[in-house]
Each structure stands twice: as structure tokens, then as C-alpha cells.
T-cell receptor
Framework: DQQVKQNSPSLSVQEGRISILNCDYTNSMFDYFLWYKKYPAEGPTFLISISSIKDKNEDGRFTVFLNKSAKHLSLHIVPSQPGDSAVYFCAASVAGSARQLTFGSGTQLTVLP | DSGVTQTPKHLITATGQRVTLRCSPRSGDLSVYWYQQSLDQGLQFLIQYYNGEERAKGNILERFSAQQFPDLHSELNLSSLELGDSALYFC????????????FGDGTRLSIL
């Protein structure tokens, strides 16, 4: 049973426009959520996180939104740049679980110049 | 550069053999996590150590074991290797306190022939 789902395997956007990546989860015990970016032949790179006590967190061009009632989070990238082209993973963890991460399957973002 | 170092980058071996993967965490991080990424399974949590002690176990086979040494580096031992063990193995580290992101190394690609 996939507890973290990224239903869009791929997304293409034009440079300068907004990229919106989505993630759904089923485990209501998750209380900390993260987004990672991954380039080929590299490990996942941490982008931004959000605790369940918040509904929004911003860091530069990246904003993460959390909707606990819908068990949904999204990552907004504004403006999108060609260098943002990568696979994006959302991940979640449960308090008191030693913080092991449960990952989604990833979304390939392509930003077109 | 995440600050997490994994060696070797690539490993090619045969079925039935035993290998050791090594991870040096970021300076100051006490927690080390191991994850496996295979083509059909995505990123799966294997095991976590905190300051030398095992904290949590995920989907880790009995043929696999790990340890964290006093200098906080960690090793993942894989024995009686099977074709299905071919995967990318990632190490991540974190401070170990609550709501701190994990930072990943670039992984070891294990190929079983």
C-alpha cells in the first residue's frame, strides 16, 4: 500500500511560468513533509519542508502548501527555470518513528526554454 | 554538495558474494539512514542508526546488516547477493533532532551479474 503518492509521473512547463507538483498521502500520522529534487547520478537534494502545524512554508522561489484535511501537499516553483528540470520526490515521516522517510514515486519536471 | 560521502560509487559483483558499502555523515550529524532505490520499488527505507545505536528497521532483508562506528561513519553489509539486490543504495544523515531534514549522499550503484 503506497502511503505517499505522486500521481503525475511527468510535468512540462514553460520557463518563467509556475510549476505545481502534487502529492497525496494516506497515513494521518504523518506530521512532517519534505520535498527533494534529484538529478541523474546524484542523490536527492533537500529543497523545503513543512510541519503539520503549518499550512504554508516559503523559501525563495519554492513554496510548499499543506492541506491536512485533504491529505494533500503541493510544491510551487515560481518562476520556473531550465535548471529546475529534475525528478521531484515528496516524502513524509511520523513523529516518534525515528523520522524514517516514506517517499512518493517522483515527478519528472521539464522546464522548457 | 550535501556533505554526505558514500563509497564506492559503483560496485559490480556476482551472485552469492558479500559487499560492504560505506557512508560518512555530514559533520555534526548523529543519525544515519540507509535507503534502497530499485527500478520498481522507488526509495525504500532500510535501517537507521543514531549515535552508534540501531533506532529503526524498515524493509531490510536478513542477509543485510549495518552498523555505525564511534566516529559516526556507517557501513551496510550485503551478503549472499542475489540478482534482485541490484539497486542504488543511498545513505542520508541528519542531526537526529525533531523536524530536521535528511541530507543524502550520491549513492552506491550495486550491479549483480
Amino acid at each position: 500500500d503506497q502511503q505517499v503518492k505522486q500521481n503525475s509521473p511527468s510535468l512540462s512547463v514553460q520557463e518563467g511560468r509556475i510549476s505545481i507538483l502534487n502529492c497525496d498521502y494516506t497515513n494521518s500520522m504523518f506530521d512532517y513533509f519534505l520535498w527533494y529534487k534529484k538529478y541523474p547520478a546524484e542523490g536527492p537534494t533537500f529543497l523545503i519542508s513543512i510541519s503539520s502545524i503549518k499550512d504554508k512554508n516559503e523559501d525563495g522561489r519554492f513554496t510548499v502548501f499543506l492541506n491536512k484535511s485533504a491529505k494533500h501537499l503541493s510544491l510551487h516553483i515560481v518562476p520556473s527555470q531550465p535548471g529546475d528540470s529534475a525528478v521531484y520526490f515528496c516524502a513524509a515521516s511520523v513523529a516518534g518513528s525515528a523520522r524514517q522517510l516514506t517517499f512518493g514515486s517522483g515527478t519528472q519536471l521539464t522546464v522548457l526554454p | 554538495d550535501s556533505g554526505v560521502t558514500q563509497t564506492p560509487k559503483h560496485l559490480i559483483t556476482a551472485t552469492g558474494q558479500r559487499v560492504t558499502l560505506r557512508c560518512s555523515p555530514r559533520s555534526g550529524d548523529l543519525s544515519v539512514y540507509w535507503y534502497q532505490q530499485s527500478l520498481d520499488q522507488g526509495l525504500q527505507f532500510l535501517i537507521q542508526y543514531y549515535n552508534g545505536e540501531e533506532r529503526a528497521k524498515g524493509n531490510i532483508l536478513e542477509r543485510f546488516s549495518a552498523q555505525q562506528f564511534p566516529d559516526l561513519h556507517s557501513e551496510l553489509n550485503l551478503s549472499s547477493l542475489e540478482l534482485g539486490d541490484s539497486a542504488l543504495y543511498f545513505c542520508a544523515s541528519s542531526a537526529g533532532t525533531d523536524n530536521q531534514p535528511q541530507h543524502f549522499g550520491d549513492g552506491t550503484r550495486l550491479s549483480i551479474l
